[in-house]
């Protein structure tokens, strides 16, 4: 299955793209499913774009703006997004009430940079504007008049004005004499139907860690259990880590490390809005399975191996393994979205280090192939019986994690 994005580009004033408005799109229509909840269809699309996407849908130096319902910006969904990336529009369905409010001065405190889509002129916005950089006039529904009037009467104010459904010259002319900042239309470029390999989280993971996030006081160890027993998790955690912390101090080698990182309140909207955004794979299990499996025994044979390899590290090698078959993209492109540590990244290339002779090592026995595996057992000092006994148990423990186990009730913490 695939995830689609409608991007189309914004224009400057020398006509120049300044950046590119993302819109969700279900399918090769190329339009908006009329039957899809506004809040979901914002979270798939960032999940899709910004954590599993291999290059983000702009490009260096562009914004990308997006679209956030009114539960989606109370809930602070745009916080998962990083700062110099995006322009968070304000869609014109928002009731201006207090509560979006609280929200916008936060947003805006953060530092990002806030549009009002559709601008209606509504006077209830007047306290909004100034939290707000940019406001978007749609020429067809206010006409051309009207919005040029606009800018005339808010020229005073520190705004920057976006024309969008620019659909002719004569109106590019219009607006670019009012004094338009930005323009957006078919006259200058239809949206383009981008398409990519949808990433899932498997739902019985996904409600673990909805569980584990919602206690009064989070469990770190527990949530990086979690999520290490699921590789579409275990990416999309990575690829957030690697965009929304602006440097990394340390390289990660383990779950925990990189959701210390996080901190619990973004960590709790990085959860919703994975789960919110769930969609279907045409990948077979097995290679979730295997990769699990796969992670667990070098695991094992790195606590079993006399070269003092680290047990963490040796996992999170094993676990990254598949993550070019599953996502049918290079690996190198893959890890270079993760802040991974040089010795897994060496191992998962290049099968250099301990790490990727552990690597060598469970892939050979995977494959029965008995004298590579008694080779690579005296290289790393782990004795025949042992290495069996390794796959054997990683076996055990990946069975642990089994689909069709029924999910524990939903426990949410009790405030107040």
Known sequence: MYSY????????RHQKTAGYELLFRDGESNAFPADID????????MVNSFMADRDGMAQPGKRCFINFPQKSLIRLLPTLLPQKQVVIEVL?????????????????RLGYMIALDDFNMDPRWERFLPLVHIIKLDLLKIGIEAACEFIAHNRDKKLMFLAEKVETHSDYTRAYEAGFHFFQGYYFSRPELLKNRNLKPERLSTLRLLQEVCREQVDFERVGQIIASDLSLSFLLLRYVNTAVDRLKVPISEFKQALVYLGEEKLKVFVSAVATAQASLDKPHELYALSLQRGRMCEILA???GKGIEAKPAFMAGLLSLIDALLDQPLDELLNQLP????IRQALLHRQGPLGQLLDLSVAYEQAQWRQVSLL???????????????????????KYDLQAPPRPLTVAKTG
């Not at 369905?93 to 001065?105: K, V």
């Not at 991974?340 to 010795?343: F, G, H, N, S, T």
Request: hydrophobic residues 40%; glycine residues 4%; negative net charge.
């Open 377 to 399: 057992g005296q290289a790393l000092a782990i004795d025949a019986p042992r290495i069996g006994q390794s796959y054997q148990l990683a076996m055990q423990w990946s069975s």
């Open 38 to 45: 506004e809040n979901k269809a914002t979270c798939r699309l």
């Open 5 to 12: 994005v409608a991007r189309q580009p914004i224009f400057n």
């Open 340 to 343: 991974l540590q040089a010795e």
């Open 92 to 108: 014109e369905t928002c009731e201006p009430n207090d509560d979006l409010f609280l929200a916008i001065r936060h947003l805006n």
């Open 303 to 305: 606590t079993a191996s």
